[in-house]
């Protein structure tokens, strides 16, 4: 079984955030379009989106942003 379909999308990118997004590709090893992904989750996330329901009437408490996780540094081979 696959997991869900990802839909590509293109959005514009201020110089400096691009730079900062590259810098942190260079130490962490994260791919820039994980980044992204992430960072989207987690705006989201902070928004309540999708909205938890609650059995009172009491507005739910926004949930911890989940933290970023490094993807594993790759190897380049020799030729």
Known sequence: ????????????????????RRAIKARTG??????VRQGIRWWLESREWPARRTASDQPPQPPEPSRPVAAPARVRKRR
């Open 1 to 20: 079984m696959t997991g869900p379909k990802k839909l590509r999308r293109t959005f514009t990118i201020e110089p400096d955030l691009l730079e900062k």
């Open 30 to 35: 994260l791919s820039e379009s994980e980044q």
